[in-house]
């Protein structure tokens, strides 16, 4: 640990990497805590895992990777979201069929990409590590987004999220909603594909919200622990993974998923605990 | 058009089917404002049907529905929705006084939380339902019958109209099922009731009139209904029983 302080005040990509984890944490924070509480953690796989396409053809054309992700990413939000929308009936199948699709067709384009590609392997498992201070600013921008919508139409997300029948009563537009909520979902996988990579996207986007979850009894604590513990584990796991040099996404999510597990076994001790009769 | 004055409520000739067999069959139906309605039928006669029709989240396949004098999904807002079964999960990380707080979306600014107003007609409507002290409580640590209050809560809190109640007691044990009875009897001097039960010995001493549904429509005076009139809907092999102990 003190070797990791020492080299982050010397070496500033550790500085980039530190902010970037930070900067998703609040994504993961907010955005997880809808995905956690509405039960959409296969619609997040599937959005998460066909970013490989828009990736792959950004590579491919010479477009920066995280343009491409980003599109890609609300694309299948949208389509995913239609799907859901208008053919229930399917859904699974439909999901896992754009999960599949998506990655065929960014391996594709990676495979005919001229040159050496090493880039497929930070695509899946990111290396936040290599994050460009540059895009730092993209990263807080998001951000900003994120909160900007989540904090205008907080009850209206809130509703949605909750009962979405009563929603529909009450007046709010349900389906446009439920499609801007998918897109939030988007945009943070795009975040959090820098730090972690799209094959493990998922588990930073349920585990912290997840954790929270086990303790708050609201969901604006829910967003503030979940993104709490998302910059513990972040920067946790890049100060653990620094001296003994491993891969810094994994040692995040093995952490998180550590945590997860602990809390899952604590809470229920605790709950047994106050059920019992005094 | 030819809306009556004083009807709330009115379907003409609406027929509804999920898969092709009619569940709701060419039902006429008046309510009138200030009127509190039983609609009694067997299950799967299409009760909980006929709510979704006039609450706009079915449309009828033939005939027309008005509300207010409007389209039924024109009208939402100014209806109450107490649903049989809840449609959100009791895991939620939310306490009853956020939940009965989103019954007033569709009230007041597009944008923002909520405000103060907001939060003084929820603890009147929790006030009303007798639930004050539930107010910080998380809703996956409710009773049934705690549950159920809230929903009724959640219900007035936007002080609607027409109040819409499916079932609205088939949780709850007896004493609170005359509370909220009683608690509608009194509402009703400003709102029009729907309340569909499967019990009508016990709604017939507070309702105005009984709608019995089974695919098709009667209505009968509650001073009207007698051993005829429910074999009728029910078949042969029923008794009443006296609810009142």
Redesign the interface.
């Known amino acids: 640990m003190h070797e990791f302080l020492a080299a982050l005040s010397e070496q500033s990509f550790l500085r980039t990497a530190l902010a970037a984890g930070l900067l998703a944490s609040i994504g993961c924070g907010i955005v997880g805590s809808f995905v956690v509480?509405k039960?959409i953690g296969y619609l997040a796989g599937g959005i998460a895992h066909s970013v490989l396409g828009g990736m792959g053809a950004a590579h491919y054309f010479g477009f920066p990777p995280l343009a491409g992700a980003l599109i890609a990413a609300v694309i299948s939000a949208l389509l995913i979201g239609l799907i859901r929308l208008h053919w229930k009936a399917a859904e699974d199948t439909l999901i896992g069929a754009l999960w599949a699709i998506g990655m065929a067709i960014g391996i594709m384009f990676i495979a005919k990409t001229p040159g050496y590609s090493t880039d497929l392997m930070s695509y899946l498992f990111g290396n936040i590590l290599l994050v460009p201070p540059r895009d730092l600013w993209i990263m807080a921008a998001l951000d900003v987004l994120l909160i900007g919508a989540v904090g205008?139409?907080?009850?209206?997300f809130?509703?949605v999220?909750?009962?979405?029948?009563?929603?529909?009563?009450?007046?709010?537009p349900v389906p446009v909603f439920y499609l801007v909520l998918l897109c939030l979902v988007a945009v943070t996988v795009v975040l959090l594909i820098q730090v972690v990579g799209l094959i493990l996207v998922i588990a930073l986007l349920t585990l912290p919200a997840a954790i929270a979850?086990h303790y708050?009894?609201?969901?604006n604590?829910?967003m503030i622990g979940a993104t709490v513990l998302g910059g513990v584990f972040t920067a946790g796991g890049l100060a653990i993974s620094y001296a003994p040099d491993l891969p810094p996404g994994p040692t995040m999510i093995l952490l998180a998923g550590g945590a997860y597990i602990a809390s899952a076994i604590f809470s229920r001790i605790l709950a047994t605990r106050r059920a019992r009769p005094r | 058009m030819t809306s009556r004055a004083n009807a709330v409520i009115e379907l003409e000739d609406v027929s509804f089917s999920y898969t092709g067999i009619a569940v709701v069959d060419r039902v006429d139906l008046v309510v009138e404002r200030g009127e509190f309605l039983g609609i009694v039928g067997p299950n799967a006669g299409g009760k909980s049907t006929l709510l979704k029709l006039i609450?706009g989240?079915l449309k009828p396949h033939r005939g027309r529905i008005r509300v207010l004098g409007r389209e039924p999904t024109q009208a939402?807002?100014a209806?109450g929705?107490v649903?049989q079964h809840?449609?959100?999960?009791r895991d939620?990380?939310?306490?009853v006084e956020?939940?009965v707080?989103?019954?007033r979306?569709?009230t007041g600014r597009l944008?923002?939380?909520?405000r103060r107003a907001d939060r003084i007609a929820v603890q009147r409507a929790l006030a009303d339902v007798e639930g004050e002290n539930l107010s910080r409580r998380?809703i996956r640590t409710l009773s049934g019958g705690q549950l159920q209050r809230v929903l009724l809560a959640?219900a007035l809190v936007?002080d609607p109209e027409i109040l819409i109640l499916d079932e609205p007691t088939a949780n709850i044990d007896q004493r609170l099922e005359y509370d909220i009875f009683d608690k509608l009897r009194e509402l009703q001097a400003h709102k029009t009731i729907l309340v569909v039960s499967h019990d009508i010995g016990f709604i017939s001493s507070y309702v105005n009139r009984v709608a019995c549904i089974n695919r098709t429509l009667v209505c009968h005076r509650t001073d009207a209904i007698d051993g005829r009139v429910i074999r009728e809907m029910y078949g042969d092999h029923v008794r009443m029983v006296a609810h009142r102990h």
């Open positions: 509480v039960q205008l139409f907080y009850r209206q809130l509703a999220a909750f009962d979405e029948e009563f929603a529909d009563l009450r007046g709010v979850g708050v009894q609201s969901l604590m829910m | 609450l989240l939402q807002r209806i929705y649903p809840p449609s959100f999960s939620f990380p939310i306490t956020q939940a707080l989103l019954g979306l569709g944008l923002g939380g909520f998380p959640r936007s």
